[in-house]
């Protein structure tokens, strides 16, 4: 019995003993080191215009990994994320490979774009109703959006009216356009809604301009013509163009006042009227909406 007791207390710490061995041993032969990426550049420059498929292999180039015990993992590097801009047409790009031991290595660097554009929101008819259909207005219906990350954003077009905005009352009202693109560039733009009281005879008799787009978009110390947007005028609804029904608008245009109000030096959002006063009928206004795009002084403006 007393050897028996023996044996079992022999097996025991030699189980133990074999247990502390093993355990020393696998940590031992523990992979602790992470793989390492590298890049040959810390900027890479790529072009919105070109194919994703393109765009990838330019983000790829250079970029290599090796571990301590895998070797080589350059072909296991995957773009783990990329960060909203950090300044104009710059973002960071993160890298990441994990070795057999699931063990992740990183890297980062910038991503420039060489043509890059923010979002721009487009407005193709003039923000003006009457009071018997102000109710009913979607006030985006002739809004478009456009990216050159993300193409149409169109649907993803927000608008945030002023407080004092009331549909059945006339009026002036603020109301602000919004789009973001994935990078997290935003285009902002006021606009004015303009309610006329239904039935008004002098504002059935106005002839106003009518212009190809009521937004447009430059640079900044490059000022626009507003007369080249101007395609026709619009009298009660009902649009006529320079182009199909030119003799009825005969000397119109010749008629059209410009009245600017752009600081073309530095970037933001401003107006132009064009007014035209037709015969025994007061004068009509339709505004443009000029979006200066640039930086100044190191600071990311927002473009369209």
């Known amino acids: 019995m007393r050897r028996l007791k023996w044996i079992v207390s022999l097996v025991f710490v030699l189980s133990c003993v074999a247990f502390a061995a093993y355990n020393v041993k696998s940590r031992m032969l523990e992979d602790h080191t992470p793989p390492v990426i590298t890049c040959e550049e810390d900027t890479v420059t790529i072009s919105v215009a070109d194919e994703k498929e393109v765009q990838q292999e330019a983000l790829m180039q250079g970029v290599t990994a090796k571990d301590n015990r895998d070797g080589d993992l350059t ?3 995957r773009v783990s994320s990329m960060s909203h801009f950090i300044s104009k047409g710059k973002r960071t790009v993160t890298y990441v490979v994990f070795d057999k031991a699931n063990q992740a290595g990183t890297l980062e660097r910038t991503v420039e774009y060489t ?13 003006r109703y009457s009071t018997t259909e ?11 959006a456009s990216d050159c990350l993300d193409g149409d954003l169109t649907s993803q077009i927000r608008t945030s009216v002023d407080s004092s905005f009331y549909y059945v009352q006339a009026g ?3 109301i602000t356009a919004q789009v973001s693109n994935s990078a997290g560039d935003v285009c902002s ?13 002098q504002e059935q008799a106005k002839w106003y301009p009518m212009l190809s787009s009521y937004i447009v978009y430059t640079s900044v110390n ?3 013509d507003p007369m080249a947007y101007v395609i026709g005028m619009e009298i009660n609804g009902m649009g006529y163009t320079y182009e199909q029904d030119g003799e009825r608008l005969a000397g119109t ?5 410009v009245t600017p109000n752009v600081d073309y030096a530095t970037p933001g959002v401003y107006s132009i009227d064009l ?11 339709t505004r443009m909406y000029v979006v200066v795009e640039g930086e100044q002084e190191g600071e990311q403006d927002g473009e369209q």
């Open 115 to 127: 043509d890059y554009v923010p979002p721009r929101i487009y407005l193709a008819a003039p923000l």
């Open 222 to 224: 490059q000022a626009i």
């Open 75 to 77: 072909s296991s590097i």
């Open 189 to 201: 733009v006021p606009l004015e809604v303009v309610i006329t009281e239904s039935g008004d005879r």
């Open 253 to 257: 245009m010749e008629g059209i006042a």
């Open 172 to 174: 002036t009202y603020m």
């Open 134 to 144: 102000a109710d009913k207005v979607n006030l985006i219906e002739n809004m478009t």
């Open 275 to 285: 007014s035209y006063t037709a015969e025994g009928a007061p004068t009509a206004v």
